[in-house]
């Protein structure tokens, strides 16, 4: 028989032992969620990698012209603003990295970010909102994404994740993929854009885009450009602001005769737009380019053209990863492996054109960290940077689809940041900023008449 005294000792180490099983076991818990989460937004970030990738590649065929029978229309002005006064809390010189909607929404990942972004020279970072894939990545109220399923909740809570960047004075950039749309254009294929037979056009992975001239899109957009605005970004950047590179399709799209006109015209004109409806948050607005612009005369198929895009923005952002130039352009071997003299001759291309044009838009060009045969180390990184200030470009976004950065290449704060107003949340116009005018059409073409709120249900089948 045992004592009481022996009792209780061996009932308190029982104790003690389960106390420490459930320990352990919840230590290992919190592990496993962890490893699990990175390897899902891994797992996630490597099936869209090559797809981001890809974004900035444009193979132009021997095929079809390079030139268009377009003539700019002088009329066309919205003018420079003055940033300083429309924001008065931007950094003068941003410098900032990219992180998708699953990198946001993961604290852990945020926090690395955030301390990145204080300990270097960078300070403001690009938010993914609404990725190539339809997705919105907070879970949004606008009636015609809720109907079509369109939020996916990789930021649980987009309001924290702006109040963290704001009180660790980082500024805020919304990305924003436009016409790049396959959920859209599936829930509602007559806003996709058509092949020459009348039929949804697909691009080589299946995926459907939506057509840049129909109104009804431009307004879904800037809808949520609204509402990102009224979260608090200071600034919306657009891209995928194009037409496919495909060039049988860009055979179809380039009929004047065809609801919205040239490609150059609707996107010109949906840019035209855009700033005028975002005009009562005074945000700063970007449209982003391939890199290819800077310097090609045509609109490459896609509706890009570096003069008529820079009236209506006031930042164009080329990516001029030089991964994404082919061999022997600007006269070079191999652009990949001469990452300066890329990323040199291709914005100064862009500066001495922007500078002719007297257009208003400045150059904040997206820089390469990534490897895509070629290893990219600090070393290329740093290039890019150099190359950008030889042009008189001091700002830059870098890239990385899976967001792992190069540290080593980035300098250290700047004391004019440390003295910067933190960007401001608030407030913006509501009510009068739900209203979704007609567009104004600025090219040679008129918009289809269409007046709606936001808060009013959608047409049958929109």
Same mark, same amino acid.
């Given at each position: 028989?045992?004592?009481? !005294?022996?009792?209780?000792?061996?009932?308190?180490?029982?104790?003690?032992?389960?106390?420490?099983?459930?320990? %352990?076991?919840?230590?290992?818990?919190?592990?496993?969620?962890?490893?699990?989460?990175?390897?899902?937004?891994?797992? !996630?970030?490597?099936?869209?990698?090559?797809?981001?990738?890809?974004?900035? !590649?444009?193979?132009?065929?021997?095929?079809?012209?390079?030139?268009?029978?377009?003539?700019?229309?002088?009329?066309?002005?919205?003018?420079?603003?003055?940033?300083?006064?429309?924001?008065?809390?931007?950094?003068?010189?941003?410098?900032?990295?990219?992180?998708?909607?699953?990198?946001?929404?993961? +604290?852990?990942?945020?926090?690395?970010?955030?301390?990145?972004?204080?300990?270097?020279?960078?300070?403001?970072?690009?938010?993914?909102?609404?990725?190539?894939?339809? $997705?919105?990545?907070?879970?949004?109220?606008?009636?015609?994404?809720?109907?079509?399923?369109?939020?996916?909740?990789?930021?649980?809570?987009?309001?924290?994740?702006?109040?963290?960047?704001?009180?660790?004075?980082?500024?805020?950039?919304?990305?924003?993929?436009?016409?790049?749309? #396959?959920?859209?254009?599936?829930?509602?294929?007559?806003?996709?854009?058509?092949?020459? +037979?009348?039929?949804?056009?697909?691009? $080589?992975?299946?995926? &459907?885009?939506?057509?840049? @001239?129909?109104?009804?899109?431009?307004?879904?957009?800037?809808?949520?450009?609204?509402?990102?605005?009224?979260?608090?970004?200071?600034?919306?950047?657009?891209?995928?602001?194009?037409?496919?590179?495909?060039?049988?399709?860009?055979? !179809?799209?380039?009929?004047?005769?065809?609801?919205?006109?040239?490609?150059?015209?609707?996107?010109?004109?949906?840019?035209?737009?855009?700033?005028?409806?975002?005009?009562?948050?005074?945000?700063?607005?970007?449209?982003?380019?391939?890199?290819?612009?800077?310097?090609?005369?045509?609109?490459?198929?896609?509706?890009?053209?570096?003069?008529? &895009?820079?009236?209506?923005?006031?930042?164009?952002? #080329?990516?001029?990863?030089?991964?994404?130039?082919?061999?022997?352009?600007?006269?070079?071997?191999?652009?990949?492996?001469?990452?300066?003299?890329?990323?040199? @001759? +291709?914005?100064?291309? =862009?500066?001495?054109?922007?500078?002719?044009?007297?257009?208003? =838009?400045?150059?904040?060009?997206?820089?390469?960290?990534?490897?895509?045969?070629?290893?990219?180390?600090?070393?290329?990184?740093?290039?890019?940077?150099?190359?950008?200030?030889?042009?008189?470009?001091?700002?830059?976004?870098?890239?990385?689809?899976?967001?792992?950065?190069?540290?080593?290449?980035?300098?250290?704060?700047?004391?004019?940041?440390?003295?910067?107003?933190?960007?401001?949340?608030?407030?913006?116009?509501?009510?009068?900023?739900?209203?979704?005018?007609?567009?104004?059409? %600025?090219?040679?073409?008129?918009?289809?008449?269409?007046?709606?709120?936001?808060?009013?249900?959608?047409? $049958?089948?929109?």
């Amino acid at each position: 028989m045992y004592s009481n !005294t022996e009792m209780k000792l061996q009932l308190s180490g029982l104790l003690f032992l389960f106390f420490l099983f459930l320990l %352990v076991s919840m230590i290992s818990a919190v592990a496993a969620v962890n490893l699990i989460t990175r390897k899902v937004v891994s797992s !996630t970030l490597d099936q869209v990698f090559q797809a981001e990738i890809d974004n900035a !590649t444009l193979v132009w065929p021997d095929s079809l012209a390079t030139t268009l029978d377009y003539v700019p229309d002088g009329a066309r002005a919205d003018g420079p603003r003055d940033l300083a006064a429309l924001q008065p809390d931007r950094p003068r010189h941003v410098r900032a990295l990219y992180a998708t909607g699953w990198t946001a929404g993961h +604290s852990p990942r945020m926090k690395e970010f955030i301390d990145l972004v204080r300990e270097t020279e960078l300070n403001s970072m690009v938010i993914e909102i609404k990725d190539d894939l339809g $997705e919105i990545s907070y879970v949004s109220g606008v009636p015609l994404a809720v109907s079509i399923g369109a939020s996916v909740r990789k930021i649980g809570d987009l309001k924290r994740v702006l109040e963290e960047l704001h009180d660790s004075g980082v500024y805020p950039i919304a990305r924003l993929v436009v016409f790049k749309d #396959p959920h859209l254009a599936a829930a509602c294929p007559d806003l996709a854009i058509c092949d020459s +037979s009348g039929k949804p056009w697909r691009d $080589e992975r299946g995926i &459907m885009w939506t057509d840049p @001239r129909k109104r009804e899109v431009w307004q879904y957009n800037l809808a949520i450009a609204r509402e990102a605005a009224r979260a608090g970004f200071r600034e919306i950047q657009f891209d995928y602001v194009r037409f496919p590179d495909n060039a049988a399709l860009a055979r !179809t799209n380039n009929d004047p005769d065809v609801e919205g006109g040239s490609r150059v015209d609707a996107i010109v004109d949906f840019l035209a737009y855009a700033r005028r409806e975002l005009e009562p948050y005074k945000v700063v607005v970007t449209a982003d380019v391939f890199g290819i612009v800077c310097s090609s005369r045509s609109d490459m198929g896609i509706g890009q053209t570096l003069e008529e &895009m820079a009236v209506h923005v006031d930042y164009l952002a #080329p990516m001029v990863y030089p991964s994404h130039y082919r061999k022997g352009e600007y006269g070079i071997e191999n652009p990949n492996v001469a990452p300066r003299e890329t990323v040199r @001759r +291709s914005l100064s291309d =862009a500066q001495a054109r922007l500078a002719q044009s007297q257009a208003g =838009a400045r150059i904040i060009p997206w820089l390469q960290d990534f490897s895509l045969g070629h290893t990219y180390t600090a070393s290329e990184v740093r290039a890019q940077i150099g190359a950008a200030r030889e042009c008189g470009v001091y700002e830059f976004m870098l890239w990385n689809p899976r967001n792992v950065y190069t540290a080593g290449a980035l300098g250290c704060p700047d004391p004019e940041d440390v003295y910067r107003t933190k960007p401001q949340l608030g407030p913006f116009p509501e009510d009068a900023a739900l209203l979704l005018e007609e567009p104004e059409p %600025v090219g040679r073409w008129k918009a289809v008449p269409l007046l709606h709120r936001l808060d009013a249900p959608w047409p $049958e089948g929109l």
